[in-house]
Every structure is written in structure tokens, then in C-alpha cells.
């Protein structure tokens, strides 16, 4: 329980330990709701980042294209200089076996 200027307070329960970290955590957001402010200021952070997501979905719709866009060409400009045997077949079969690797890797850490 908290008493009147919000620090927690003894009962006097010997079988309570300390609060622990949720418990302060749940303590201090009940302080903070209860001023008129706080409130204010969640709803405009809310509001705020409600006008975020659709310029976060355009810059990541963005740069999937622009990275595919990179990746098409440069595989069409390795095909072409193994097709014109500026570079080997063995070297060309590596470039795009890497790329092909580079794309379906596993990307979990």
C-alpha cells in the first residue's frame, strides 16, 4: 500500500518481503495516471506515433523494392558477364550461388 505522498507503506505483515520490481513498476504507473497531465501527455505520445506508422510503412515498403531493385540488376549484370565470358562459368555459378544465399539465409540470431 502507499500512503499519502505514494511511498510504499508497512503494515507491520512480517510475511511480505520487499516490493519487487513489477510491484514498483505497477505503483509508479498508478502515480503517474492519477495526475491530469500524464494523461495528456500519453494521449498526444499515442497520437504521435499513430502518425508515424504510415510514413514507417512507406519507408520500409520502400527499401524492400530498392533492395530487390539492386539485387535484379546486379544478377543480370553477372549473368551478362558470364554470357560474354568476361568472367568464367565456374566464377558466375559462385556470384549467383552466393546472392541466391545472401536471399534465403536464415535470419534469425
Given at each position: 500500500?502507499?500512503?499519502?505522498?505514494g511511498?510504499?507503506q508497512?503494515?507491520?505483515n512480517p510475511?511480505?518481503?520487499?516490493?519487487?520490481g513489477?510491484?514498483?513498476?505497477?505503483?509508479?504507473?498508478?502515480?503517474?495516471v492519477?495526475?491530469?497531465k500524464?494523461?495528456e501527455?500519453i494521449a498526444e505520445?499515442?497520437?504521435?506515433y499513430?502518425e508515424?506508422?504510415?510514413?514507417?510503412?512507406?519507408?520500409?515498403?520502400t527499401a524492400?523494392?530498392?533492395g530487390?531493385g539492386?539485387?535484379?540488376f546486379?544478377v543480370?549484370?553477372?549473368?551478362v558477364?558470364g554470357?560474354?565470358?568476361?568472367?568464367?562459368g565456374e566464377t558466375?555459378?559462385v556470384?549467383?550461388?552466393?546472392?541466391?544465399?545472401?536471399?534465403y539465409r536464415?535470419?534469425?540470431?
Amino acid at each position: 500500500m502507499l500512503d499519502e505522498e505514494g511511498h510504499p507503506q508497512d503494515d507491520g505483515n512480517p510475511q511480505e518481503g520487499p516490493a519487487s520490481g513489477f510491484n514498483e513498476l505497477c505503483y509508479s504507473i498508478g502515480e503517474a495516471v492519477r495526475h491530469g497531465k500524464t494523461i495528456e501527455a500519453i494521449a498526444e505520445l499515442i497520437k504521435k506515433y499513430g502518425e508515424e506508422i504510415p510514413k514507417q510503412r512507406r519507408a520500409m515498403r520502400t527499401a524492400f523494392f530498392l533492395g530487390h531493385g539492386v539485387t535484379f540488376f546486379v544478377v543480370i549484370a553477372v549473368g551478362v558477364l558470364g554470357y560474354l565470358k568476361v568472367i568464367s562459368g565456374e566464377t558466375t555459378g559462385v556470384i549467383l550461388a552466393a546472392i541466391v544465399g545472401h536471399l534465403y539465409r536464415d535470419r534469425r540470431n
